[in-house]
């Protein structure tokens, strides 16, 4: 399934810290626009390349959908930045 | 396994048997559950692993202290990655199998099956790396 919710968050000593948490599917709505236009471009590619859009898509899509579970932590001295996908 | 329990103690109650034979009856009753469930998870084949771990600390750094990388990726990610190679065009699946003949990597690329990777994963249970140096320990496994 894919990443519902992707969680960033940033602390970089003292009291600055960031927390973002980013609702995937609002954001892709969002950029639904520039996303059928990445998706035409893709398909002209695949094509210049004779690699099947639709094969290309399902891969794409693969890809995306086991995102879920992944989580990136680095904490370096006094600063730490967390992106985890849910 | 509870009719067999209930026997015993309507066997008790019409004085059948004792109260220390009912008992040791049961015992052996339990023995017998035990086994049967331990057999079961023998046969049971080991749970595949979900996710890799790589984790790296390093000790305290001269200039800004210690740091730390914790990294979970799922191993479904490892299976989208492999299908997406049968998207590679086959000629630069070429240049790319000569580029890694030539860095003495023998590994042809067009071979590499989905099926393959599920052995590999299958396998990846066991494997852990550990690296332990003075300054810096690094370890990779599956969970």
Known sequence: MMPQLVTVRVHSGGSRRIRLWIPVLPVLLLLSPILLLV????????LAYRV???????????????????RIEVEHG??????SLR | MHEQRRQILEMVAEAKVTVDEAERLIAA???????????????????????????????????DGPARVNIRVPIQLLRAGVRLTSLIPPQALNQVNGELRNAGIPIDL??????????????????????????????????
């Open chain 1, 39 to 46: 998706a035409v471009a893709s398909a002209a590619v695949c």
């Open chain 1, 52 to 70: 099947h859009p639709g094969r290309a898509l399902y891969a794409g899509w693969r890809l995306v959908s086991s995102l879920g579970g992944t």
């Open chain 2, 29 to 63: 009753l339990d023995r017998e559950q035990f086994h049967a469930s331990s057999a079961l998870a023998e046969q049971r084949p080991p749970a595949r692993p979900r996710y890799l771990r790589v984790l790296v600390e390093t000790v305290e750094d001269l200039a």
């Open chain 2, 110 to 143: 067009s071979q590499l099956k989905p099926q393959h990777i599920e052995e590999l994963i299958d396998h990846l249970a066991d494997m852990t790396v550990d690296v332990d140096q003075a300054d810096t320990k690094v370890q990779v496994f599956c969970e």
């Open chain 1, 78 to 83: 006094r600063t730490a930045v967390l992106v």
